[in-house]
């Protein structure tokens, strides 16, 4: 069965600083890897992806993901946080098989202080 | 525009009632999706289809029902066998199952 987990509820991080938002991830055989953001009563917006290939994702408004296939990894980072990236962010997997849908983690809670 | 639209925004049910939720795409997606969204719990799949005339249920599909007649349309029924059915939900289509899913703006679900 795959599964994907987000150790942290709440990541507080101060404007202009790095952030980073955790998330583990099982799944059989190569996984397919996914970063979701949610902004309040509306539906979640896609950051980006990992298939194949280097294991630095670049993706919207300046988020990166790091997949560490030792470690069944797939942090979502960002250099410089800003107080607009507040918001619930979430990891989802699927495994390489076809027809598999999406599990999403249990989301974390960004909150960026100006 | 090209998206998906899920209605009504807010619903309400009354003990022993059925309600069903809306959701329309025009992205010529195969692939539709319910998920229930209840704080702290993240997101969980109801149902989802790959096809027409063909659906799979998910990891919470007790007590909601799906239909896919059409491309487009991926209505959900709550039935009064959920017992508990306040919460978010999320309507979403992708090209295949489990490629980029595009979402809806979601339906709150409560209980009166």
């Known amino acids: 069965a795959q599964s994907v987990a987000q150790p942290e509820d709440q990541v507080n991080v101060a404007e202009g600083n790095p952030l980073t938002v955790k998330c583990t991830y099982s799944?059989?055989?190569?996984?397919?890897l996914f970063w979701y953001v949610q902004y309040p009563n509306r539906g979640l917006q896609f950051l980006l992806k990992?298939?194949?290939?280097?294991?630095l994702v670049k993706g919207s408004y300046g988020f990166e993901a790091e997949f560490n296939k030792s470690q069944t990894s797939f942090h979502l980072k960002k250099p410089s946080a800003l107080v607009s990236d507040s918001a619930l962010y979430f990891c989802?997997?699927?495994?390489?098989?076809?027809?598999?849908?999406?599990?999403f983690g249990k989301g974390t809670t960004l909150s960026v202080s100006s | 525009d090209g998206g998906i639209t899920q209605s009504p925004k807010y619903l309400f049910r009354k003990e022993g009632q059925n309600v069903t939720l809306s959701c329309e795409q025009n992205?010529?997606?195969?692939?539709m999706y319910w998920y229930r969204q209840d704080p702290g719990q993240g997101l969980r799949l109801i149902y989802y289809?790959?096809?027409?005339?063909?659906?799979q249920k998910g990891d919470i599909a007790e007590g909601y029902s799906v239909s896919r007649e059409k491309k487009e349309s991926f209505p959900l029924t709550v039935t009064s066998a959920q017992k508990n059915p306040t919460a978010f939900y999320l309507c979403?289509?992708?090209?295949?199952?489990?490629?980029?899913?595009?979402f809806g703006s979601g339906t709150q679900l409560s209980v009166l």
């Open positions: 979403a289509s992708s090209a295949e199952v489990g490629e980029k899913l595009f």
């Open positions: 799944v059989s055989g190569n996984p397919y």
């Open positions: 990992y298939i194949t290939g280097d294991n």
């Open positions: 989802a997997v699927r495994a390489y098989r076809a027809g598999t849908a999406l599990i």
């Open positions: 992205l010529n997606h195969d692939a």
């Open positions: 289809s790959q096809i027409v005339n063909d659906f």
